[in-house]
């Protein structure tokens, strides 16, 4: 009669003998050349004292030191492994972060998970900057010009949570004009002199609010509830007013939570509705994520930064002054595609003393035949400097009719000079120069133009060339390499601080794969790709 079999948790009680083959130490298994010895050399070098405040002096040390947790989260992003359950996999089974933790320990998903949400997001933006000036100091950074390109990813959110800042007005107006009016009863049946003003709203409702709930009380009002019920006039106008405040409270919070912006997902407050290019459906859906802006340097990334505007143009000036706070020294040029251009970031790089190589948005339009004979743009009419009008098509003068002010997004104020022409009436080709009624008008910024025509120029030197190539190679390289062969499309934490410091972790294992490249192919100290000549 056979025995039955049992099964255990502890696997080694089956009893089968296996010999030791593995040597006691890891060392060996390493090889001389993998990347995992580099990551270790260049992170060890670096200032941990902002990593170790976070920690209490008080209480049991933890479980792994901070500076290898470290390591291995960064390792890991290299690798393409972001979650925190297959990291503690990894720390199980690979041999390079068994080698990492050097005898320690593996840490579980939950030690993982807390270290990279907690202790290190105050210090992941000073250890990453810390790299760079190692990079620096090695030689391997050009500091002649820094390419910067920006990228939609995906926020950890439901894109159905979203928020609309005019569906919100449209609402609370609404809801407004009610209140007007009850308070308007309430005033002539209590005999009293409330008002709610636009401006305080949520204050004056509740000064009402605490009013009838006194006046319930002084009345000994008896509240029912249930079919059948009559309610009195207490409690009817206490009831209809906590409705009126409690949405008017959901609404602040709604405004609040919008920071100047047009629509915010209610999953992560942070995140913003826009348009992704990886749009499968092709229906021009909106999913809520973050500008990712990145600035490139001897195909190094040097700076990167979260941001929520849809457009780029808002995001050069402030990622300007935070890369140059923190790299602690400013690049002569700038090289960015036509999505930058703006009179404010062209007017702040003049200030600046930077050479702006930003590609006009009209680059390509002005290239096409189609463009060349369109008698209503502006760059195909005659300009006189000294008079200071334009020349139609027809032979008509516009001349400046006045000086308009106009305040950008984030405060600049421009000068536009409208022109108009003297007389289109009667004109044959009014049809195809304007679609007013009356005369033709010119809106000229001649600042922003003259800022133009300087970067235009600019880019098509033999140095604006090189930077031009190199930009699409470097910056959008980097990129696709993150988006595509890191297979990084969607964040996994939410939050602008916590999804921040997951684009630090990729960028910082990006710089080290690309150091380790630059090694093993002898490119090191290499800055640019050589333009091809043409035969």
Request: hydrophobic residues 30%.
């Given at each position: 009669?056979?025995?039955?079999?049992?099964?255990?948790?502890?696997?080694?009680?089956?009893?089968?003998?296996?010999?030791?083959?593995?040597?006691?130490?890891?060392?060996?298994?390493?090889?001389?050349?993998?990347?995992?010895?580099?990551?270790?050399?260049?992170?060890?070098?670096?200032?941990?004292?902002?990593?170790?405040?976070?920690?209490?002096?008080?209480?049991?040390?933890?479980?792994?030191?901070?500076?290898?947790?470290?390591?291995?989260?960064?390792?890991?992003?290299?690798?393409?492994?972001?979650?925190?359950?297959?990291i503690?996999?990894?720390?199980?089974?690979?041999?390079?972060?068994m080698?990492?933790?050097?005898?320690?320990?593996?840490?579980?998903?939950?030690?993982?998970?807390?270290?990279?949400t907690?202790?290190?997001?105050?210090?992941?933006?000073?250890?990453?900057?810390?790299?760079?000036?190692?990079?620096?100091?090695?030689?391997?950074?050009?500091?002649?010009?820094?390419?910067?390109?920006?990228?939609?990813?995906?926020?950890?959110?439901?894109?159905?949570?979203?928020?609309?800042?005019?569906?919100?007005g449209?609402?609370?107006?609404?809801?407004?004009?009610?209140?007007q009016?009850?308070?308007?009863?309430?005033?002539?049946?209590?005999?009293?002199g409330?008002?709610v003003?636009?401006?305080?709203?949520?204050?004056?409702?509740?000064?009402?609010?605490?009013?009838?709930?006194?006046?319930c009380?002084?009345?000994?009002?008896?509240?029912?509830?249930?079919?059948?019920?009559?309610?009195?006039r207490?409690?009817?106008?206490?009831?209809?007013?906590?409705?009126?405040?409690?949405?008017?409270?959901?609404?602040?919070?709604?405004?609040?939570?919008?920071?100047?912006?047009?629509?915010?997902?209610?999953?992560?407050?942070?995140?913003?509705?826009?348009?992704?290019k990886?749009?499968?459906?092709?229906?021009?859906?909106?999913?809520?994520?973050?500008?990712?802006?990145?600035?490139v340097?001897?195909?190094?990334?040097?700076?990167?930064?979260?941001?929520?505007?849809?457009?780029?143009?808002?995001?050069l000036?402030?990622?300007?002054?935070?890369?140059?706070?923190?790299?602690?020294?400013?690049?002569?040029?700038v090289?960015?595609?036509?999505?930058?251009?703006?009179?404010?970031?062209?007017?702040?790089?003049?200030?600046?003393?930077?050479?702006?190589?930003?590609?006009?948005?009209?680059?390509e339009?002005?290239?096409?035949?189609?463009?060349?004979?369109?008698?209503?743009?502006?760059?195909?009419?005659?300009?006189?400097?000294?008079?200071?009008?334009?020349?139609?098509?027809?032979?008509?003068l516009?001349?400046?009719?006045?000086?308009?002010r106009?305040?950008?997004k984030?405060?600049?104020?421009?000068?536009?000079?409208?022109?108009?022409?003297?007389?289109?009436?009667?004109?044959?080709?009014?049809?195809?120069c304007?679609?007013?009624?009356g005369?033709?008008?010119l809106?000229?910024?001649?600042?922003?133009?003259?800022k133009?025509?300087?970067?235009?120029?600019?880019?098509?030197?033999?140095?604006?060339?090189?930077?031009r190539?190199?930009?699409?190679?470097?910056?959008?390289?980097?990129?696709?390499?993150?988006?595509?062969?890191?297979?990084?499309q969607r964040?996994?934490?939410?939050g602008?601080?916590?999804?921040?410091?997951?684009?630090?972790?990729?960028?910082?294992?990006?710089?080290?794969?690309?150091?380790?490249?630059?090694?093993?192919?002898?490119r090191?100290?290499?800055?640019?790709?050589?333009?091809?000549?043409?035969?």
């Amino acid at each position: 009669m056979t025995s039955k079999l049992k099964y255990h948790k502890n696997y080694t009680e089956f009893g089968e003998p296996y010999q030791l083959v593995l040597p006691l130490s890891l060392e060996g298994l390493v090889p001389e050349d993998d990347s995992v010895r580099l990551l270790s050399h260049e992170l060890e070098g670096l200032d941990y004292s902002l990593l170790y405040k976070a920690y209490s002096a008080k209480g049991r040390n933890p479980a792994v030191d901070p500076k290898t947790m470290f390591k291995i989260l960064t390792y890991a992003y290299s690798q393409n492994i972001y979650s925190s359950r297959k990291i503690e996999t990894a720390c199980r089974r690979d041999i390079n972060f068994m080698w990492l933790l050097s005898g320690q320990k593996a840490p579980d998903h939950s030690t993982i998970a807390r270290f990279r949400t907690g202790f290190l997001a105050d210090a992941c933006e000073y250890l990453f900057y810390q790299m760079v000036r190692r990079l620096e100091q090695a030689d391997e950074l050009s500091k002649e010009t820094v390419f910067i390109d920006g990228t939609k990813l995906e926020a950890c959110a439901n894109k159905y949570t979203f928020v609309w800042k005019k569906s919100v007005g449209k609402w609370e107006e609404k809801m407004f004009r009610k209140i007007q009016d009850a308070v308007e009863l309430l005033n002539n049946e209590y005999m009293q002199g409330f008002s709610v003003n636009t401006e305080t709203r949520t204050q004056d409702l509740q000064k009402i609010f605490l009013f009838l709930g006194e006046r319930c009380q002084t009345d000994g009002t008896v509240f029912v509830h249930g079919c059948g019920k009559r309610k009195s006039r207490n409690q009817r106008y206490l009831e209809l007013f906590r409705r009126f405040l409690e949405r008017q409270t959901v609404y602040d919070w709604h405004t609040a939570s919008l920071q100047g912006r047009n629509n915010y997902c209610k999953t992560d407050p942070d995140a913003t509705f826009m348009h992704m290019k990886d749009d499968h459906m092709r229906n021009a859906q909106l999913k809520p994520g973050y500008n990712v802006q990145i600035a490139v340097d001897s195909e190094y990334i040097v700076a990167a930064d979260i941001f929520q505007d849809r457009k780029d143009v808002w995001t050069l000036v402030p990622f300007l002054k935070t890369m140059e706070e923190n790299l602690g020294f400013r690049y002569p040029s700038v090289t960015a595609d036509s999505g930058y251009e703006s009179e404010e970031g062209y007017t702040y790089l003049r200030k600046c003393g930077q050479t702006p190589y930003i590609k006009p948005q009209t680059y390509e339009k002005w290239k096409k035949r189609s463009f060349r004979q369109d008698i209503s743009k502006r760059e195909n009419m005659g300009y006189d400097e000294e008079a200071d009008t334009y020349t139609c098509h027809a032979g008509k003068l516009l001349s400046p009719l006045y000086i308009r002010r106009q305040k950008s997004k984030s405060g600049y104020e421009s000068e536009v000079t409208v022109y108009e022409c003297e007389d289109c009436s009667g004109c044959p080709y009014k049809e195809k120069c304007t679609k007013a009624r009356g005369n033709k008008k010119l809106y000229v910024s001649k600042s922003f133009l003259e800022k133009r025509q300087e970067s235009y120029d600019n880019i098509l030197s033999e140095t604006g060339i090189r930077n031009r190539m190199n930009r699409s190679i470097q910056v959008e390289g980097a990129f696709g390499v993150l988006k595509n062969d890191y297979e990084f499309q969607r964040f996994l934490l939410r939050g602008k601080t916590k999804v921040k410091l997951e684009i630090l972790l990729l960028c910082m294992g990006y710089n080290i794969n690309k150091l380790h490249s630059k090694i093993q192919k002898d490119r090191t100290g290499s800055y640019f790709f050589p333009v091809k000549e043409t035969a």
